[in-house]
């Protein structure tokens, strides 16, 4: 099958098109200017007619994302931190508007934005290595924006767990939980993945993009008003100085390991 470049993603003869994410080093970091860059490959994805099926991914083997950017956002103050996480919401929200079906193929971490990149997509497809966590308390910031639709997929009990303790889950845990659709050993993920698109692809096109607007506009109102207001929430965070005294410390921490 013959795969065609494009700006920021590839799309072969099946119509399946895939973002590959690595551009934030080899642990995938998302910077502002990282989440812009996606955020603009998605929308060109959307409005590409020869796109049956698109599919997220990781460029490496250690993670699908290892979380924002803790350099840039140790530095930010209450305006350019709800500028920061409108970037990042963003990224999530051009996943969530694509108008075919979406697969997030995780390998390895899935930390923070990973996450709610992730459960932006329509499934996830992980390998069995896969960890799951959203660990924003642990560096004195809340999780926001997509955050609110982890309830919607694993439940309002489960989703506190992640928030509230920062810690992670494997990919069965994440599989029963309901975050993830499908595990696979590692040397399957490929084959998984290919295999899912493989299938929707072949399905009627203008039937799935109907079925993607009938998916999309039966969300719960509520989920829109909750991401946009999390966004001052977030910038609230900074008025104080914990936020940067907890990623400094983390930083430390880090070169003191490495």
Same mark, same amino acid.
């Given at each position: &099958?013959?795969? !065609?470049? !494009?700006?920021?993603?590839?799309?072969?003869?099946?119509?399946?098109?895939?973002?590959?994410?690595?551009?934030?080093?080899?642990?995938?970091?998302?910077?502002?200017?990282?989440?812009?860059?996606?955020?603009?490959?998605?929308?060109?994805?959307? *409005?590409?007619?020869?796109?049956?099926?698109?599919?997220?991914?990781?460029?490496?083997?250690?993670?699908? +994302?290892?979380?924002?950017?803790?350099?840039?956002?140790?530095?930010?103050?209450?305006?350019?931190?709800?500028?920061?996480?409108?970037?990042? !919401? #963003?990224?999530?929200?051009?996943?969530?508007?694509?108008?075919?079906?979406?697969?997030?193929? +995780?390998?390895?971490?899935?930390?923070?934005?990973?996450?709610? /990149?992730?459960? *932006?997509?329509?499934?996830?497809?992980?390998?069995?290595?896969?960890?799951?966590?959203?660990?924003?308390?642990?560096?004195?910031?809340?999780? +926001?924006? =997509?955050?609110?639709?982890?309830?919607?997929?694993?439940?309002?009990?489960? #989703?506190?767990?992640? &928030? /509230? @303790?920062? #810690?992670?889950?494997?990919?069965?845990?994440?599989?029963?939980?309901?975050?993830?659709?499908?595990? @696979?050993?590692?040397?399957?993920?490929?084959?998984?993945?290919?295999?899912?698109? *493989?299938?929707?692809?072949?399905?009627?096109?203008?039937?799935?993009?109907?079925?993607?607007?009938?998916?999309? @506009?039966?969300?719960?109102? !509520?989920?829109?008003?909750?991401?946009?207001? *999390?966004?001052?929430?977030?910038? =609230?965070?900074?008025?104080?100085?914990?936020?940067?005294?907890? &990623?400094?410390?983390?930083?430390?921490?880090?070169?003191?390991?490495?």
């Amino acid at each position: &099958m013959n795969a !065609h470049e !494009h700006p920021g993603y590839s799309i072969d003869s099946r119509g399946v098109a895939t973002l590959k994410i690595e551009s934030g080093g080899p642990l995938n970091i998302i910077d502002s200017g990282t989440a812009r860059a996606l955020t603009e490959a998605l929308r060109r994805m959307g *409005s590409d007619p020869a796109v049956r099926v698109g599919v997220i991914t990781g460029g490496g083997e250690k993670t699908f +994302v290892g979380g924002a950017d803790i350099k840039e956002m140790a530095a930010l103050d209450p305006a350019s931190a709800r500028a920061f996480i409108s970037d990042l !919401h #963003a990224l999530c929200e051009a996943a969530r508007d694509l108008p075919v079906p979406t697969i997030a193929r +995780v390998r390895g971490w899935c930390i923070g934005i990973g996450l709610e /990149l992730a459960a *932006s997509c329509d499934l996830r497809v992980a390998s069995q290595d896969a960890q799951f966590v959203m660990p924003e308390v642990k560096i004195g910031i809340p999780s +926001v924006i =997509q955050g609110a639709l982890l309830a919607r997929l694993v439940g309002e009990g489960h #989703a506190r767990w992640l &928030m /509230l @303790t920062g #810690a992670p889950i494997g990919a069965d845990t994440a599989e029963r939980w309901g975050l993830v659709n499908q595990v @696979t050993p590692v040397d399957r993920l490929d084959d998984a993945t290919r295999q899912l698109a *493989s299938a929707m692809a072949a399905m009627g096109a203008a039937g799935m993009r109907a079925q993607k607007r009938v998916l999309r @506009t039966g969300e719960a109102p !509520h989920l829109d008003a909750a991401m946009r207001r *999390s966004i001052d929430l977030f910038g =609230q965070a900074y008025e104080t100085t914990e936020p940067s005294a907890c &990623m400094q410390a983390f930083l430390q921490r880090r070169r003191s390991e490495g």
